[in-house]
């Protein structure tokens, strides 16, 4: 016998299945956290030549697009002899994406290829010369501040506790790196091999994904219209068409999001690092080239990249010359301002679309979660799901007929209706403000004179609250 359920025994029974299965991933998120931790970290090393892979597929696509469209279309129409607007042949349009996805990784090794001839061995170079000049570099600063400390103790431009504060500071600071050295650093040399071996043994497995994950775009590349096709493919076939509309349009705002962002951000560190270079060797800053390198690589950091990359060329800078790292300063100052203000808008837009508190708050929240790769991907992450919030939020309010921009909410003191009524309206009873007043009021009176006679200033129910004697609160409950 064939049993039918009503429709509403099946929304009960989905309804039990969701739950169980909501308490299924309770259960193993407070117990087997852990283990779900890990787990979770095998997948995604497992797979991180994949995802090398589709970020840099997702970064040349416009690369890509705009080699097809002006270069490699055009020739093949004039090769065929028809009009841009008819289509072309299938065995065209192969030949065209196979010289295209040529000539996009071709110019992505190069330009790697030359930027580590470049930065390398400046880069190596300048850190050997820093470590075998680092005590050179310290009895400098050591000598420098002594001589002001002399000449200031001469002149009498300093006051005795200022310097003997100065002096402290310089003794704390001696101490403690010796301190270091014998009870941390040295001990702990093993320990310290072992964790550079195995940063080293990382940074071979994460060059290698990389090389992987080139090969895998090129496929993603070959076949990105194939692929997408199937994604629709399989959204239309599980969906009704209104929600697999709805997840095709949301997966090309994420696509536009995280290509717009990322592939921004490379392009703004790349010519910050440039003119940081330039700046540097005009200004004469010792070792511009490892100074430029930082700030260009950490400029790939929002908000607090540059800071970070400016910090680190100071501390080398000011171990050299104290002077020079001023001036290296005012120029990071300058081209930071110069970058915020001009260049990164220009070249990023609105491609986030959050305001720069959520910028803070995201790099703070992912980077605690994935390191620096949170730094980097956290903004364009949380963009989309504050995009999401925001668009259920407005349907949300249309649904209730209530406007849905925020700033018709700034003023506002409270709704009744759907009517939004304004803070500064004094017809307002219903008013917190009012409220918090008069507890103010009542916790700053001068003198149980006042409260014996119910004595306040409302001028709503003055007479009311003094006539019968009730708290004078109580008018808006």
């Known amino acids: 016998m064939k049993i039918k359920f009503t429709k509403k025994q099946k929304s009960w029974c989905a309804a039990v299945l969701i739950t169980a299965i909501l308490i299924m991933i309770a259960y193993c998120v407070m117990f087997r956290a852990s283990g779900i931790a890990s787990g979770l970290k095998r997948i995604t090393t497992s797979m991180a030549a994949i995802t090398y892979g589709v970020i840099i597929a997702l970064i040349m696509t416009p690369m890509l697009n705009m080699m097809e469209k002006k270069w490699l279309k055009p020739y093949f129409h004039k090769k065929e002899g028809t009009a841009q607007s008819v289509v072309l042949s299938s065995k065209s349009r192969k030949n065209m994406r196979r010289i295209s996805v040529f000539l996009t990784e071709l110019i992505l090794i190069l330009i790697i290829v030359v930027l580590m001839l470049i930065i390398v061995p400046q880069t190596i170079k300048s850190i050997q010369e820093i470590a075998s000049n680092i005590v050179v570099y310290l009895n400098n600063a050591n000598n420098a501040i002594n001589d002001l400390l002399s000449k200031s103790s001469t002149e009498h431009t300093l006051s005795e ?20 050295l014998n009870n941390d650093l040295l001990p702990n040399t093993s320990n310290i091999i072992k964790k550079v071996s195995d940063s080293l043994v990382g940074l071979v497995k994460n060059i290698f994904n990389f090389i992987i994950g080139i090969i895998v775009s090129v496929y993603l590349l070959y076949s990105k219209e194939k692929l997408a096709g199937s994604f ?99 120029f990071v100052l300058a081209l930071q301002q110069f970058d915020g203000n001009i260049l990164g808008p220009k070249i990023l837009g609105d491609s986030t679309g959050i305001s720069s508190f959520w910028v803070i708050f995201s790099i703070m929240f992912f980077g605690g979660i994935w390191g620096v790769a949170g730094w980097i991907v956290g903004v364009p992450i949380f963009a989309i799901f504050y995009h999401w919030v925001g668009r259920y939020a407005s349907k949300r309010l249309r649904g209730k007929q209530m406007p849905d921009n925020s700033k018709n909410y700034i003023d506002t003191d409270y709704v009744e209706n759907g009517e939004l009524h304004s803070m500064y309206d004094d017809t307002n009873n219903k008013s917190r403000s009012t409220n918090i007043n008069n507890h103010l009021k009542k916790i700053f009176r001068r003198n149980s004179k006042d409260e014996d006679t119910n004595i306040d200033i409302d001028t709503n129910n003055t007479a009311d609250n003094t006539d019968t004697g009730n708290d004078p609160d109580q008018h808006n409950d």
Request: proline share 4%; net charge positive.
């Open 232 to 330: 629709k493919k399989l959204a239309y076939a599980f969906f009704n068409e209104h929600p697999a509309n709805v997840i095709i349009g949301e997966c090309r705002y994420i696509n536009r999001t995280f290509v717009g962002f990322i592939s921004g951000k490379i392009l703004d560190s790349i010519i910050i690092g440039i003119i940081c270079l330039i700046g540097t060797r005009i200004i004469g800053t010792p070792y511009s080239n490892l100074v430029s390198v930082m700030v260009g690589v950490t400029n790939i950091i929002p908000f607090f990249g540059p800071y970070i990359g400016a910090i680190f060329g100071l501390i080398i800078i000011v171990l050299i010359n104290p002077l020079q790292a001023l001036y290296f300063l005012i």
């Open 161 to 180: 506790e200022t310097r003997t504060m100065i002096e402290n500071t310089i003794n704390g600071i001696t101490n403690w790196l010796k301190n270091f």
